[in-house]
């Protein structure tokens, strides 16, 4: 059974970068495919971007394409989001997610983060 912690989360000004760290545990981590969504208040919860268990294959969400890199560290069983040139409708609750198939299903795996807060400041 995996487990996911995420952290990093905190107060950026517009413009600045962030790396947000979803930690696993559990011993099949590596072959889960992992994903970030976030929500923001009031908002439905979209998706951000995923990475394949080898880190090869990568999908971002147009919001965020060129501007946010998923990356993953298998040996240390966590997955980062690197985000820069943040803009205030970054702003939002970043979930880590799981699912032990070839991409997330639809709406995100079973396996899911409490939640990390991202607050970007105009």
């Known amino acids: 059974q995996v487990r996911l912690v995420e952290s990093g989360g905190r107060l950026v000004q517009a413009g600045g970068s962030l790396r947000l760290s979803c930690a696993a545990s559990?011993?099949?981590?590596?072959?889960?495919?992992v994903g970030w969504f976030r929500q923001a208040p009031g908002k439905e919860r979209e998706f951000v971007a995923e990475i394949s268990w080898s880190g090869t294959r990568t999908y971002y969400a147009d919001s965020v394409k060129g501007r946010f890199t998923i990356s993953r560290d298998n040996a240390k069983n966590t997955v980062y989001l690197q985000m820069n040139s943040l803009k205030p409708e970054d702003t939002a609750l970043y979930y880590c997610?799981?699912?032990?198939?070839?991409?997330?299903?639809?709406?995100?795996?079973?396996?899911w983060g409490q939640g990390t807060q991202v607050t970007v400041s105009s």
């Open positions: 997610n799981a699912a032990s198939s070839d991409i997330l299903p639809t709406g995100g795996g079973s396996i």
């Open positions: 559990g011993r099949t981590f590596s072959r889960y495919t």
